[in-house]
């Protein structure tokens, strides 16, 4: 009976509804509602993003962006950009709705589109499908209105954008510049739903948290100056070189940079190679124990990996040598698949040679480049030796010989 009566305050416009897809315009009714700020935010951000390799100001920027509106973190591949959107979106208690950029988005993509489909007796039918921002902002909606009852329930729900300049956004978000560009709460147009379900209002708790690839200029678009206007830029980068006079060393009480990523680069590549090994993905204490403990026996040689990515990454400007920002996430699949290879091989492997074509065929390809020419990666070939004087160099004197061709 009190289900009943619910039921009827909604439909009344006493209460919200739980799920706006068919009531878009009472999307008003919850708009104003502003983000809540939780009161342990700084041990929640810390919680989230304990396995990210990042400096701690990051956290406290990223989270003032997103208090006063949307925010884009830029950087190059494998900084941790979309795992760093997620970790914090969870520390404000929200929900993402991820979605992957790509040249071909238009505003059908984005706001919305008529679609025909087959009905469920085989009939044709014109339907009305939302697109990603549209989807998200009603989503946001309605986990505003679960919060309510639920304290623990997703407060709002956030737009994920992933690569947002493989698109092109001024086409894609064009007749969003409005809404996103003021505080006030202006409603946007859906042509593709019927009338009494058009009006589009954002919620004051609804974000977009998209992630830039600031490397790759050959296959991604420029940001107009209106684009940028609506976002907050964060930046990030590869680990701060691993200061002079420090060895590489795995240690989780260091807090040096450096030695943090060596060790979480450590601790991650053994965890996916004993969740692979474990029957139901998850791997008991001793078989990552055991995981680790084979890779912390390389240590001298997962130095010398570490030593040969600094030479690229601090690559200084008038250096002979090719500057590629190589990220962490590239660092953990080189070694994920050097212990799976290790396992495989067992006492006839050897791990010089294992680690040696693991670079060649992960770090290495990164090298076809349209920012890199084929002397900058001979002059790496030069400063190569052992254990990356065999496959790696072979593999890098065919990417200078090719002469890296360049796409316009």
């Known amino acids: 009976m009190a289900e009943a009566n619910e039921d009827a305050l909604v439909e009344e416009g006493a209460l919200p509804p739980s799920d706006f897809h068919d009531a878009i315009e009472r999307l008003r009714e919850i708009a104003t509602y502003e983000l809540e700020m939780p009161n342990d935010l700084e041990q929640k951000l810390w919680e989230q993003t304990k396995d990210l390799v990042l400096p701690t100001a990051i956290l406290k920027e990223i989270a003032s962006a997103l208090r006063v509106g949307h925010v884009v973190l830029q950087g190059p591949p494998g900084t941790g950009k979309t795992s760093l959107a997620r970790a914090v979106a969870k520390a404000f208690n929200v929900s993402t709705y ?37 989807e998200a902002v009603i989503r946001c ?68 948290i998209a992630t830039l690839n600031s490397y790759d200029k050959q296959f991604v678009q420029s940001l107009s100056q209106a684009i940028r206007r609506r976002f907050t830029f964060i930046s990030l980068d590869v680990p701060e070189r691993l200061p002079e006079g420090k060895q590489w060393a795995y240690d989780p009480e260091d807090k040096t940079i450096s030695i943090v990523e060596f060790t979480k680069v450590v601790d991650r590549a053994a965890f996916r190679v004993a969740q692979r090994q474990a029957p139901d993905g998850s791997p008991e204490v001793g078989m990552l124990a055991k995981a680790k403990d084979q890779l912390l026996k390389q240590t001298v040689l997962l130095g010398q990996l570490f030593e040969l990515i600094e030479l690229v990454r601090y690559a200084g400007e008038g250096s002979d040598l090719p500057y590629l920002p190589i990220g962490t996430a590239q660092i953990i699949d080189t070694l994920e ?3 799976s290879r290790l396992n495989l091989e067992g006492e006839a492997g050897s791990a010089s040679n294992i680690l040696d074509w693991a670079v060649s065929v992960k770090i290495a390809p990164l090298f076809e480049s349209d920012v890199l020419t084929s002397e900058q990666v001979s002059k790496l070939i030069n400063k190569l030796s052992t254990p990356f004087s065999h496959r790696t160099k072979r593999e890098l004197q065919i990417i200078a010989a090719a002469g890296i061709h360049f796409v316009g």
């Open 98 to 134: 991820p979605v992957t950029a790509h040249e071909d988005w238009t505003i059908y993509d984005v706001i919305g589109r008529l679609e025909l489909r087959l009905s469920k007796d085989r009939k044709e039918e014109i339907v009305p499908v939302n697109g990603a921002f549209t």
């Open 337 to 339: 698949l050097f212990l």
């Open 141 to 208: 909606g309605n986990n505003i209105v679960l919060h309510f009852d639920d304290a623990t329930h997703p407060q709002a729900e956030w737009l994920l954008i992933d690569e947002l300049n493989r698109s092109r956004p001024d086409k894609a978000f064009g007749e969003l510049f409005t809404v996103l560009g003021t505080d006030e709460l202006i409603a946007t147009n859906l042509p593709h739903q019927p009338i009494g379900n058009k009006e589009l209002v954002i919620p004051r708790r609804f974000r977009i």
